[in-house]
């Protein structure tokens, strides 16, 4: 059975490797918002502690988080169904925490998988994002906005949002590897890091994954 801790920076495709793992290997994909959704909607008393937080729009405690991990993946042991948490854990306390539930479940994290990219490529992709100022599409120009470019749709003018300016970005990035940095360290010295090289198309790094758990035995 799988149980996949996913990490990866903004821009590092981990949402769309998520889809094709879960595909692939039939697991339930978790973010942080799917278990506070599944357990809040069901009304449960951990759900209701968390929307407690939520309403306050305060942060959900670790305790109650793991809490909620801890309930929805017993469901999943007792029917052997694979998991990958992507979002979750966000700081090595809660790290400390997932290992100590898997421990009191008696089974084993398969990985923390990290996708690898380079910061460079990163801002690369993530401010390669336009804007139409008269019908709001948007376009990629992953290799730099040529000058006299126009929205594809209406011939409008493009612009940057704020959210895709290198400013903004660079920030985001930034937030990033304060938060991963120490996580993917905790996992390293637990012998539970794997890295993938996640700079090449997704196709390509789905198959780096693909062979990463064929040579662990992981399926
Ligand atoms: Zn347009």
């Keep these: 059975m799988i149980r996949l801790v996913l990490l990866g920076g903004p821009g590092s495709g981990k949402g769309t490797q998520a889809d094709i793992l879960k595909q692939k290997y039939q697991l339930v994909k978790l973010s942080t918002g799917d278990l506070l959704r599944k357990e809040t909607e069901k009304n449960t008393d951990l759900g209701k502690e968390a929307r407690s937080y939520m309403?306050?729009?305060?942060?959900v405690p670790d305790a109650v988080m793991i809490g909620i991990l801890r309930k929805i993946t017993a469901g999943f042991e007792s029917k052997g169904q694979g998991y990958i948490l992507d979002g979750f854990p966000r700081t090595v306390p809660q790290a400390e925490a997932l290992l100590?539930?898997?421990?009191?479940?008696?089974v084993e994290l398969s990985m923390a998988l990290l996708i690898d990219v380079p910061e460079e490529e990163l801002v690369r992709r993530l401010t390669s994002r336009w804007t139409c100022r008269e019908c709001s599409a948007t376009v990629s120009f992953p290799d730099g906005k040529p000058e006299d470019a126009k929205c594809p749709k209406c011939g409008g003018e493009l612009y940057q949002r704020e959210d895709d300016k290198e400013a903004t970005i660079l920030k985001r990035l930034n937030v990033y590897k304060e938060n991963t940095a120490p996580l993917i360290?905790?996992?390293?010295?637990?012998?539970?890091?794997?890295r993938v090289d996640g700079n090449?198309?997704?196709?390509?790094?789905?198959?780096?994954?693909?062979?990463?758990f064929e040579k662990k035995g992981i399926k």
């Design 55 to 59: 309403d306050k729009g305060e942060l």
């Design 185 to 194: 360290g905790f996992f390293r010295e637990r012998g539970l890091l794997e």
């Design 100 to 106: 100590k539930m898997l421990e009191k479940q008696d």
């Design 200 to 212: 090449a198309v997704p196709g390509t790094v789905s198959e780096r994954i693909q062979d990463l």
